[in-house]
């Protein structure tokens, strides 16, 4: 007998990338549970609602994911379109969720802590591949409860541990003391955190598109808050790879949002430093400084961590 034939398939993340794992388990005639830490399906892009994508709708919707909306009368949008964060939501998201059959699989403010093989500790490998797995689960209101399953699908994601500013995967000398001065990643620099940044000097770390959103509104904010400064340190020789195809590139928005960057560098808005991996940072009564391996330093008051999130998997 199949000990684990009649057994559930978790699914860890209601964002976009478990929400299709799930439509697809349920079009094979598998059953998903579906745990999900925040209040809501997309509950971590709640946070960067703010950011557009630079993949267009069509690229950000999944087939399967289509079907189980369709007989709600669910209308898609427009495949060439651009959405930011909260159109992914509240057009996407938020509504495949309340399809019946994700609603009944759903499990929201449930945060997996443990993934384990059911009676196996760490060194027992005896029929391991074919033994179910215990899914530890600490509900909403604190409750844990562990539930058995026959494979897991991890779709956390990254948001929730973002990666340490020093080099080689860990965290600069002096790091944690400096976590006062450190923002969350992809801030809304324009809108909801706007105070935190205006007319300071604000350090961007990180060299990725997500980077290149928050660049270019430090930017409008520094044509509105006399004072405020823009510092890029990245750990290559040159910024081109963030700067991308341009007119050639195989996403436009992405080529021109690489292209917008390079001018605003061009023109000095943004102070780029190349060949900078962080080392340490100072806390000091006036700011932050920023020293890297090779012994250059720059200041800050604020600094925008390396940003886990780049746009939503195709």
């Known amino acids: 007998m199949d000990p684990v034939k009649n057994l559930p398939v978790a699914v860890i993340g209601a964002g976009p990338v478990g929400l299709a794992t799930a439509a697809h388990l349920l079009e094979r005639e598998l059953e998903p549970v579906i745990f999900e830490a925040g209040p809501t399906a997309g509950a971590a892009i709640e946070q960067w609602r703010h950011i557009r994508l630079f ?41 495949l969720a309340a399809t019946p059959a994700i609603a009944s699989r759903l499990q929201t403010g449930a ?16 029929d391991r591949d074919t033994t179910p797995f215990v899914v530890r689960v600490e509900h909403e209101g604190g409750e844990v409860r562990d539930h058995t399953v026959a494979a897991v699908v991890d779709a956390s994601g990254t948001w929730s541990t973002r990666n340490p500013l020093g080099t080689s995967g860990l965290p600069a000398v002096g790091e944690t003391t400096a976590a006062d001065r450190i923002s969350s990643p992809l801030p809304d620099v324009v809108g909801r955190d706007r105070p935190a940044f205006a007319g300071r000097r604000v350090l961007v ?103 886990a999130v780049h746009r939503v998997p195709s």
């Open 55 to 95: 993949s267009p709708w069509r690229f950000d919707l999944d087939d399967a994911a289509m079907r189980l909306l369709e007989p709600t009368g669910w209308e898609p949008p427009r495949p060439t379109a651009l959405p930011c964060g909260g159109e992914l939501i509240d057009n996407y998201l938020t509504p």
């Open 111 to 126: 945060r997996v802590i443990a993934v384990t093989r059911q009676g196996m500790d760490k060194t027992h490998v005896r």
């Open 205 to 307: 770390v990180d060299a990725g598109h997500s980077a290149a959103n928050i660049l270019i509104n430090l930017a409008d904010l520094a044509k509105e808050e006399p004072g405020t400064t823009i510092r890029w340190p990245v750990r290559g020789a040159s910024a081109e790879k963030v700067y991308g195809g341009g007119d050639a590139d195989g996403l436009p928005a992405r080529g021109r949002l690489g292209s917008r960057l390079r001018r605003l560098v061009e023109a000095g808005t943004i102070e780029l430093h190349t060949g900078f991996g962080i080392a340490a940072l100072k806390s000091l009564d006036s700011g932050i400084t920023v020293e890297a391996v090779d012994g250059r330093t720059v200041d800050a008051d604020v600094i925008v961590p390396y940003c």
